[in-house]
């Protein structure tokens, strides 16, 4: 092996070392800011977008902690879906879209204060 062939086999090695420890680095910062947001007690983001793209499920109240109502949506979207076609999850749509543009545009605080602190199930 020549000396060039040697020295670009230590750079590149070199290189690739950099770059792993580097590529290591940012999956933990990836992964610390993951857990961080899932053990976050205020959950708008969540709730929100779960509102908004699958509100008819009433996702996004099992995760504010309102199982009574989660399942009271789940259940007029499939019972009431079945027997009219799908206007029962239409409706539970509709309610999901208003909830997660309503928990979108309240800030942070107001946001927790209303539906977690004070356990606002509707609207």
């Known amino acids: 092996m020549s000396e060039n062939e040697k020295d670009f086999e230590g750079k590149a090695k070199q290189f690739a070392k950099e770059t792993s420890d580097e590529a290591k680095k940012t999956a933990n910062e990836f992964s610390d800011g993951v857990k961080d947001a899932l053990n976050q007690d205020n959950k708008k983001i969540l709730a929100g977008i779960l509102a908004i793209v699958v509100g008819a499920l009433g996702i996004h109240k099992f995760i504010l902690g309102y199982n009574k109502?989660?399942?009271?949506?789940?259940?007029?979207?499939?019972?009431?879906?079945?027997?009219?076609?799908?206007?029962?999850?239409?409706?539970?749509?509709?309610?999901?879209?208003?909830?997660?543009?309503?928990?979108?545009?309240?800030?942070?605080?107001e946001f927790y204060n209303t539906y977690q602190v004070g356990k606002k199930p509707w609207f």
Not at 80 to 103: H, K, Q, S
């Open 69 to 109: 109502e989660g399942i009271i949506m789940l259940a007029v979207s499939i019972v009431l879906g079945a027997f009219t076609c799908g206007a029962g999850a239409g409706l539970m749509g509709i309610v999901g879209l208003i909830e997660g543009i309503i928990y979108l545009t309240k800030s942070d605080e």
